[in-house]
């Protein structure tokens, strides 16, 4: 299984500026995705985020708000723009798909609790 | 197109009773199905899959569930809930040539002392 860790475990931000989450993996994955968990809600997909090609937005999510930036298979980041109230929720990265063989399952890091003011 | 239902937003038992957790699914191929557990202020920890194989499969912490294909169900199921059993859990599907993963609402489990 693969260790992974976000930073940072928490924040409380103003409306109207922006945060960066990181998600690091203690081995080479392929693929990683990037989650929102909104107050007692289920986890929606955001986006898909590969090395070497720009990430794959699902519906309802754009790169504007959502920029994501993938340099190596280990890294990842999450931007959440021009923050609102409504952005307020848990922020998951997970992976799937190491180098060396296939999971099946996602791994997900402890995630990131952002709270806009 | 792939989802997921919990149809219990809750799940209350005693300890030492036996622990179910619903889950049904649709998906248009053949279905990976994994069970998640949340606790709270923690990220999601994976309890077991079903890839293909034994209907019943076994998981993390005492945990297992049956693939019930007929039923699209994948019910899962502890046979002695501990009160530290108590979180939230999910039920997620993926179609055997999709890598995205559909959740379900999520059920919260109670186990009371």
């Known amino acids: 299984s693969a260790v992974i860790s976000q930073k940072p475990s928490r924040d409380i931000c103003q409306r109207g500026t922006s945060l960066t989450i990181q998600c690091q993996v203690d081995?080479?994955?392929?693929?990683m995705f990037w989650y929102r968990q909104q107050p007692g809600q289920s986890l929606t997909l955001i986006a898909t985020a590969n090395q070497g090609s720009e990430a794959t937005y699902e519906s309802g999510f754009v790169i504007d708000k959502f920029p994501i930036s993938r340099p190596n298979l280990t890294f990842s980041t999450l931007t959440v723009s021009n923050m609102s109230p409504e952005d307020s929720s848990i922020y998951l990265c997970?992976?799937?798909?190491?180098?060396?063989?296939?999971?099946?399952?996602?791994?997900f890091g402890p995630g990131t609790r952002l709270t806009v003011l | 197109a792939q989802s997921v239902a919990q149809p219990e937003d809750q799940v209350n038992v005693a300890e030492g009773n036996p622990l179910t957790v619903k889950c049904t699914y649709s998906?248009?191929?053949?279905?990976?199905l994994f069970w998640y557990v949340q606790y709270p202020n923690r990220g999601l920890q994976f309890l077991l899959k079903y890839i293909t194989g034994d209907n019943l499969v076994k998981g993390s912490y005492g945990f297992e569930a049956e693939f019930n294909k007929s039923q699209t169900s994948f019910h899962l199921k502890k046979p002695s809930a501990l009160v530290s059993d108590s979180a939230l859990y999910f039920c997620?599907?993926?179609?055997?040539?999709?890598?995205?993963?559909?959740f379900g609402a999520g059920t919260t489990v109670t186990v009371r002392a």
């Open positions: 997970s992976v799937e798909g190491g180098v060396s063989g296939t999971y099946n399952e996602q791994f």
């Open positions: 081995s080479q994955v392929t693929m």
């Open positions: 998906v248009s191929g053949n279905p990976y």
């Open positions: 997620a599907v993926r179609d055997l040539n999709d890598y995205k993963l559909s």
